[in-house]
């Protein structure tokens, strides 16, 4: 769920707006791949549109633009290793700090005794082994007491003087690396922000390059060049500033790509499988998660304790090289786009070759004309050109303005929620890996599920569903979380508990030893209420996490569910302006989504309470929306007053 093609411009009358069918049974009809053949009616001189040409002579999603789709669709992948590499290069590192040896007791001479901390280094390789193998991690949640020194991956205590505590391993992340914690801890979240304001800037620069000179693959190109030079770039970043403005221009790259790839894709798939075709692409971007976590792990495995986040980032931006050098050329470029430039015959080129590849012949007695000139030649036949519309009407009318806001604040949730979940497994006090993975898991099936009760229950009815049990399935897990927590303190009052109640964040938690013999507490066994808190926390970490995957699962169905619904709702005079205005809504929950995981630092309960009450406020005022299903789109206005009945 991504960064999407949101700046991108389309003409009020163009036939990929908004990845829906030309015919008026709306957007979900059967994919007719091969074409609809018989008699194309033709004028003069053979003179048809590339829509006609292919519905009738190369197919409409044969070999050749499977092939075309798969290639392009890669791009995908490289947009999910940029977007969700902060997960391993900004996740809270080890640090440690050394306990006396009696907590309430010092030397005869009143000071501390403190021990010696030779052993850090073997225990911290051991600790990182014991990551990769299990699903939670005890040392996260607890204190790991050993010789009287602790190694802890939570954030360290801001009371303590920096003489006190220090970094297991400095280069491990960004957060160690410039000491992001503490009153600093506030800039986590920042340069993960400016990725998603640079792909505001980066949507509207590519889709202007991609419409002018460079055409739509040489957009691309561009693009995975730029992901592969700037996400090097941000590798050998020399201070946090230069980091944020390197990841900004990463995410304009992003953006450009997501633009650039999704027009490619539509503008060689023929009217009825467009639907079907434009929301498959969604079901690359997990796989690209998958791939971050087998890289990340090798990599995690294979550098040992000299692990580096700056690495991580080399290593995620060599597939966009890599793409860029060995798919990008074989991909071809839009015949669409080679005819509004007057390049008729290379247009025909690419339609040859995509029509051979599906086992069909274009004879060349077919000229090809646009939109615009194909009208003039039917203009017995076709009907006058609708007046153009804007954002002023949609929001003059109480209908429409209510539609639009309900959109906005439904892609709001829905990009919210799902950058948080995927970007905020560190502080869950899991398996990072697994985390990253589960999460990659849910989304396809999500997709799926959405589609098919597109078909069953309508539109308005499958996005309340999905936005409302995301809502309750989240504010139950933050609610059920905190409460095993606050009862695991009441029923262990020798431990010290943090007030903050922040599961796997346990940055205040201090172990109190009255309940351990001494040798207990040299070998760093748990005392009964040690281990007692720490069942609790490892329980409220589970709950945390099924409630997430939950809630993720609900949220790329609503996010797949807009995509359709949102394109109904509005007739074509102002389709594309006011699905173009609904998704900043989702632009708008992507730059917030990085603040919201910063709060977990302060409670990891806040960002599921946040999503909770989103997801449902969303689903509420989104019951009062009309059920399109089985309706005509609307050409105008005028004709929505008169087909849609409101419900």
Same mark, same amino acid.
């Given at each position: 769920?991504?960064?999407?093609?949101?700046?991108?411009?389309?003409?009020?009358?163009?036939?990929?707006?908004?990845?829906?069918?030309?015919?008026?049974?709306?957007?979900?009809?059967?994919?007719?791949?091969?074409?609809?053949?018989?008699?194309?009616?033709?004028?003069?001189?053979?003179?048809?549109?590339?829509?006609?040409?292919?519905?009738?002579?190369?197919?409409?999603?044969?070999?050749?633009?499977?092939?075309?789709?798969?290639?392009?669709?890669?791009?995908?992948?490289?947009?999910?290793?940029?977007?969700?590499?902060?997960?391993?290069?900004?996740?809270?590192?080890?640090?440690?700090?050394?306990?006396?040896?009696?907590?309430?007791?010092?030397?005869?001479?009143?000071?501390?005794?403190?021990?010696?901390?030779?052993? %850090?280094?073997?225990?911290?390789?051991?600790?990182?082994?014991?990551?990769?193998?299990?699903? +939670?991690?005890?040392?996260?949640?607890?204190?790991?007491?050993?010789?009287?020194?602790?190694?802890?991956?939570?954030?360290?205590?801001?009371?303590?003087?920096?003489?006190?505590?220090?970094?297991?391993?400095?280069?491990?992340?960004?957060?160690?690396?410039?000491? %992001?914690?503490?009153?600093?801890?506030?800039?986590?979240?920042?340069?993960?922000?400016?990725?998603?304001?640079?792909?505001?800037?980066?949507?509207?620069? +590519?889709?202007?390059?991609?419409?002018?000179?460079?055409?739509?693959?040489?957009?691309?190109?561009?693009?995975?060049?730029?992901?592969?030079?700037?996400?090097?770039?941000?590798?050998?970043?020399?201070?946090?500033?230069?980091?944020?403005?390197?990841?900004?221009?990463?995410?304009?790259?992003?953006?450009?790509?997501?633009?650039?790839?999704?027009?490619?894709?539509?503008?060689?798939?023929?009217?009825?499988?467009?639907?079907?075709?434009?929301?498959?692409?969604?079901?690359?971007?997990?796989?690209?998660?998958?791939?971050?976590?087998?890289?990340?792990?090798?990599?995690?495995?294979?550098?040992?304790?000299?692990?580096?986040?700056?690495?991580?980032?080399?290593?995620?931006?060599?597939?966009?090289?890599?793409?860029?050098?060995?798919?990008?050329?074989?991909?071809?470029?839009?015949?669409?786009?080679?005819?509004?430039?007057?390049?008729?015959?290379?247009?025909?080129?690419?339609?040859?070759?995509?029509?051979?590849?599906?086992?069909?012949?274009?004879?060349?007695?077919?000229?090809?004309?646009?939109?615009?000139?194909?009208?003039?030649?039917?203009?017995?036949?076709?009907?006058?050109?609708?007046?153009?519309?804007?954002?002023?009407?949609?929001?003059?009318?109480?209908?429409?303005?209510?539609?639009?806001?309900?959109?906005?604040?439904?892609?709001?949730?829905?990009?919210?929620?799902?950058?948080?979940?995927?970007?905020?497994?560190?502080?869950?006090?899991?398996?990072?890996?697994?985390?990253?993975?589960?999460?990659?898991?849910?989304?396809?099936?999500?997709?799926?599920?959405?589609?098919?009760?597109?078909?069953?229950?309508?539109?308005?009815?499958?996005?309340?569903?999905?936005?409302?049990?995301?809502?309750?399935?989240?504010?139950?897990?933050?609610?059920?979380?905190?409460?095993?927590?606050?009862?695991?303190?009441?029923?262990?009052?020798?431990?010290?508990?943090?007030?903050?109640?922040?599961?796997?964040?346990?940055?205040?938690?201090?172990?109190?030893?009255?309940?351990?013999?001494?040798?207990?507490?040299?070998?760093?066994?748990?005392?009964?209420?040690?281990?007692?808190?720490?069942?609790?926390?490892?329980?409220?970490?589970?709950?945390?996490?099924?409630?997430?995957?939950?809630?993720?699962?609900?949220?790329?169905?609503?996010?797949?569910?807009?995509?359709?619904?949102?394109?109904?709702?509005?007739?074509?005079?102002?389709?594309?302006?006011?699905?173009?205005?609904?998704?900043?809504?989702?632009?708008?929950?992507?730059?917030?989504?990085?603040?919201?995981?910063?709060?977990?630092?302060?409670?990891?309960?806040?960002?599921? +309470?946040?999503?909770?009450?989103?997801?449902?406020?969303?689903?509420?005022?989104?019951?009062?929306?009309?059920?399109?299903?089985?309706?005509?789109?609307?050409?105008? +206005?005028?004709?929505?007053?008169?087909?849609?009945?409101?419900?």
């Amino acid at each position: 769920m991504k960064v999407k093609f949101q700046e991108t411009k389309f003409s009020a009358d163009d036939p990929l707006l908004p990845i829906v069918q030309e015919d008026k049974s709306g957007p979900v009809a059967a994919c007719n791949r091969d074409g609809y053949g018989g008699v194309l009616l033709q004028a003069e001189k053979h003179q048809v549109t590339i829509d006609e040409v292919l519905n009738h002579h190369v197919g409409n999603f044969g070999r050749g633009q499977i092939l075309h789709f798969l290639f392009i669709s890669l791009s995908s992948i490289l947009q999910a290793l940029h977007i969700l590499v902060p997960v391993f290069a900004e996740k809270s590192p080890d640090w440690n700090y050394i306990l006396n040896i009696n907590s309430n007791a010092t030397s005869s001479h009143g000071h501390s005794q403190v021990l010696s901390t030779a052993i %850090l280094p073997d225990y911290a390789e051991s600790l990182k082994e014991f990551d990769d193998q299990f699903m +939670f991690r005890p040392p996260t949640a607890i204190s790991n007491v050993l010789n009287n020194s602790v190694i802890r991956t939570s954030a360290p205590p801001c009371s303590l003087s920096d003489s006190k505590w220090s970094w297991l391993d400095k280069s491990e992340s960004t957060v160690s690396q410039w000491d %992001l914690v503490c009153d600093r801890a506030y800039l986590q979240g920042f340069a993960q922000s400016a990725f998603f304001i640079g792909g505001i800037l980066g949507s509207s620069i +590519f889709g202007h390059l991609s419409d002018w000179k460079l055409g739509r693959r040489g957009a691309l190109a561009l693009s995975t060049i730029s992901l592969s030079v700037f996400g090097m770039l941000t590798a050998v970043a020399p201070n946090y500033g230069i980091y944020v403005i390197c990841r900004a221009l990463t995410g304009a790259s992003s953006s450009g790509l997501a633009v650039a790839s999704y027009v490619l894709i539509m503008e060689l798939i023929g009217p009825s499988c467009r639907a079907t075709v434009g929301l498959s692409t969604m079901y690359f971007f997990p796989i690209g998660s998958f791939l971050l976590v087998a890289v990340a792990s090798a990599y995690r495995k294979l550098a040992s304790v000299n692990y580096s986040w700056r690495y991580v980032y080399v290593i995620t931006s060599i597939p966009s090289a890599l793409y860029s050098i060995s798919v990008v050329p074989s991909i071809h470029e839009s015949p669409r786009w080679h005819l509004v430039r007057g390049r008729t015959q290379k247009a025909m080129e690419v339609l040859r070759s995509v029509a051979k590849k599906n086992g069909r012949n274009l004879t060349n007695d077919v000229v090809l004309i646009t939109d615009h000139r194909n009208k003039d030649v039917f203009q017995n036949n076709e009907n006058m050109p609708q007046e153009k519309g804007s954002l002023v009407q949609v929001f003059r009318r109480r209908d429409t303005r209510y539609r639009i806001i309900v959109l906005v604040v439904s892609w709001f949730a829905c990009a919210l929620g799902y950058y948080v979940f995927n970007l905020n497994v560190g502080n869950l006090g899991t398996n990072i890996y697994l985390s990253v993975t589960l999460n990659g898991m849910v989304e396809i099936p999500g997709y799926a599920v959405a589609t098919l009760l597109l078909h069953r229950i309508g539109r308005r009815r499958s996005l309340v569903a999905a936005l409302i049990v995301a809502g309750m399935a989240t504010l139950s897990g933050a609610v059920l979380s905190s409460s095993m927590i606050k009862l695991s303190s009441i029923s262990a009052p020798g431990m010290s508990v943090p007030t903050s109640d922040t599961v796997g964040r346990d940055a205040g938690l201090i172990p109190v030893h009255n309940h351990a013999s001494p040798e207990m507490k040299t070998m760093g066994i748990l005392s009964i209420a040690e281990s007692h808190i720490l069942r609790a926390t490892e329980a409220a970490t589970y709950i945390q996490l099924a409630s997430s995957l939950m809630s993720l699962f609900c949220l790329s169905a609503a996010y797949n569910i807009l995509y359709f619904y949102g394109s109904e709702l509005f007739p074509t005079t102002v389709r594309n302006a006011a699905v173009s205005f609904a998704y900043q809504g989702g632009t708008m929950g992507s730059i917030v989504a990085p603040l919201v995981v910063a709060s977990a630092q302060v409670n990891s309960s806040i960002p599921y +309470f946040i999503i909770g009450a989103a997801s449902l406020v969303s689903g509420v005022i989104a019951i009062k929306l009309p059920e399109t299903m089985n309706t005509q789109l609307y050409e105008s +206005f005028e004709d929505m007053d008169t087909n849609l009945n409101e419900v």
